[in-house]
């Protein structure tokens, strides 16, 4: 029946040009009109989560290669479908993800595979994908700085405008209109040397 | 409270519920002042990230390049200021954001939104002196 799944008005990686998105047996792809099409081979899958992000609901797909691949603007109800395909063809879990929305700015950070996330009473505010950090540095002797990387001009794709603007990896925020470029933490016992994250865990609640 | 620190309730603000709503210009990945909820919305990797009013510090602007530049500071410990009884300040685990620079070509509403910011955190001010005067 079913060979294949199309979603229509989605982003990848922040693009500024929604376009389509097609799940089928062999891979997962996207491509705006007109466009090239980004493709990502099921072999490539590793895992998937789904969250509410800026456009609607996000499919997040980290990938062998290609690491972190957002997928923006879903609907709820496309969940069902989406992770029957991730399912049956792919053999991955789809996981739903809820965010800290209260609004705190203190928690703790977390390091996994692909990116680092900071967790508010264990829901992760937000995500980094290591690809995107360009320099990280102890600013003083509690603060660590963490800066992005950025197409040197504002408008500038990376990409030749053929995936629709969105960047390729390194260049992921500067498709928003306001354009993250440095963050700044409070690290609580940095006196002798950072790393040793794995000591304080659960701390907060 | 069982350990004074231990079991503190830092739950004195929040600024959006589970199902909350976000204002729909989340989608524009832009910074965005959310007055009626006391709270901003930064996009963070694709993510509207709401921080509210009471984790603020204060907002500053520069220009480089053709850009402006927004720098949001937080409150977190070490920095002489802040409301220690509302944050976990002492949790020798917590760690703190204590600033996030964005930057944008659009230098008019980057300066509007430090003045908004500075507003809501004035009118903050000024309802917590007016809460304590009451009590005293």
Redesign the interface.
């Known amino acids: 029946q079913n060979i294949m799944e199309s979603f229509d008005d989605i982003?990848l990686?922040?693009s500024k040009q929604s376009g389509k998105c097609r799940l089928a047996e062999s891979g997962l792809g996207w491509k705006v009109s007109g466009g090239q099409t980004f493709t990502l081979d099921k072999a490539e899958i590793i895992s998937a989560q789904w969250?509410r992000?800026?456009?609607g609901h996000?499919l997040k797909v980290i990938a062998r290669n290609a690491g972190v691949v957002?997928l923006?603007g879903f609907r709820q109800d496309d969940f069902d479908t989406i992770q029957k395909c991730f399912k049956v063809w792919y053999g991955v879990e789809l996981i739903q993800k809820?965010?800290a929305?209260?609004?705190?700015?203190?928690?703790?950070?977390e390091m996994g595979r692909n990116e680092f996330s900071?967790a508010v009473r264990n829901r992760p505010?937000?995500?980094?994908?290591y690809t995107?950090i360009s320099n990280t540095n102890l600013a003083g002797?509690?603060?660590v700085a963490v800066e992005f990387s950025?197409p040197a001009d504002?408008e500038e794709t990376g990409t030749n405008g053929h995936l629709g603007g969105a960047r390729s990896k390194g260049r992921?925020?500067g498709?928003?209109?306001?354009?993250?470029?440095?963050?700044?933490?409070?690290?609580?016992?940095t006196e002798t040397r950072k790393g040793k994250k794995k000591d304080?865990?659960?701390?907060?609640d | 409270n069982l350990n004074g620190t231990a079991v503190k309730q830092y739950k004195k603000f929040e600024s959006y519920k589970r199902d909350a709503v976000f204002p729909t210009r989340v989608k524009d990945l832009m910074i965005l002042v959310d007055e009626k909820n006391n709270s901003i919305i930064l996009p963070i990797m694709g993510r509207p990230v709401p921080f509210h009013i009471a984790t603020l510090k204060n907002a500053t602007t520069s220009q480089e390049g053709g850009f402006c530049f927004l720098r949001i500071n937080f409150l977190s410990p070490g920095q002489g200021v802040g409301r220690k009884d509302d944050q976990p300040f002492e949790d020798p685990s917590a760690q703190f954001i204590r600033s996030l620079t964005f930057r944008s070509k659009d230098n008019n509403r980057m300066e509007d939104i430090k003045d908004q910011i500075t507003e809501m955190k004035k009118n903050m001010t000024r309802k917590e002196q007016e809460k304590k005067d009451m009590e005293d």
């Open positions: 982003y990686d922040l969250s992000a800026a456009r996000e957002q923006d809820e965010h929305l209260n609004g705190w700015n203190w928690g703790k950070s900071f505010a937000f995500e980094i994908p995107e002797k509690n603060e950025l504002g992921k925020t498709g928003a209109t306001d354009q993250l470029t440095e963050m700044r933490f409070y690290i609580p016992g304080d865990e659960d701390g907060e």
